[in-house]
């Protein structure tokens, strides 16, 4: 199974509403990823977690709060979000290496909408 | 700071033309990944370049590593339908090994 899951698919959410976005692979990966990618623009790497810990945040705000429950799961909770926030988000997994990059599989993504 | 920029932002192609899309960071990389993303997909692997000049291929598609490790080239030759979609390059800029960068992707449209 090389399949990452994410739900929702879709999101519409208001400004003082709080969400979650879930991702889910049982590929054994031990590093999983968080993205968020803007239309015709590139994906941009928000967290990483490498054996369930955080070990990147790209000075993402905190209205964006990642959680790791465990090795095949990963969440991003959503809070006071600015229309601006609106995007595909992306998660993704790997194997983990500490000095070598692997392949990272993606999820179809949450298009998420911010009124 | 530090990028990985690809060059054309956007191509045309009728069927059957050869496409080549340009990578290049600002800083030495480690390895080199490729990835496609269809309309409305998610980016998908293609392939991993670890060697300085390395080359490799897949069917129709072609990429090589620069010899400093600081370019990269994707060439698909005679272009069909399926080939649609933008391709990026990715590679970690900083120390992490798991923090990839992607290059701002190059767009293809196959005309029929």
């Known amino acids: 199974d090389t399949e990452v899951t994410q739900t929702p698919k879709h999101l519409v959410m208001g400004m003082t509403n709080k969400k979650s976005l879930k991702c889910e692979q049982h590929?054994?990966?031990?590093?999983m990823y968080w993205y968020k990618q803007k239309a015709k623009k590139p994906p941009e790497l928000m967290f990483v977690?490498?054996?369930?810990?955080?070990?990147i945040n790209e000075s993402v705000p905190s209205r964006f709060s990642p959680e790791c429950p465990n090795s095949s799961l990963l969440n991003l909770h959503l809070h006071a979000l600015q229309p601006e926030d609106s995007a595909l988000y992306l998660c993704?997994?790997?194997?983990?290496?500490?000095?070598?990059?692997?392949?990272?599989?993606f999820g179809p993504g949450t298009r998420l909408t911010v009124t | 700071g530090q990028q990985v920029m690809q060059i054309p932002q956007y191509q045309h192609v009728q069927e059957g033309e050869d496409f080549t899309t340009y990578c290049n960071s600002s800083?030495?990389?480690?390895?080199i990944q490729w990835y496609k993303q269809r309309p409305g997909g998610h980016p998908v692997f293609l392939i991993q370049?670890?060697?300085?000049?390395e080359v490799k291929k897949q069917k129709r598609l072609t990429f090589q590593f620069g010899e400093a490790k600081k370019n990269s080239s994707l060439h698909i030759t005679a272009t069909q339908t399926t080939d649609v979609g933008t391709y990026f390059c990715?590679?970690?800029?900083?120390?992490?090994?798991?923090?990839?960068?992607f290059g701002s992707g190059t767009q293809l449209t196959v005309l029929p």
């Open positions: 370049l670890v060697k300085s000049g």
């Open positions: 977690y490498s054996y369930e810990k955080l070990s």
């Open positions: 990715a590679g970690p800029l900083s120390s992490s090994a798991r923090q990839l960068t």
């Open positions: 590929m054994g990966h031990r590093a």
């Open positions: 993704a997994s790997s194997q983990y290496g500490l000095a070598e990059t692997y392949e990272q599989y």
């Open positions: 800083t030495t990389l480690s390895n």
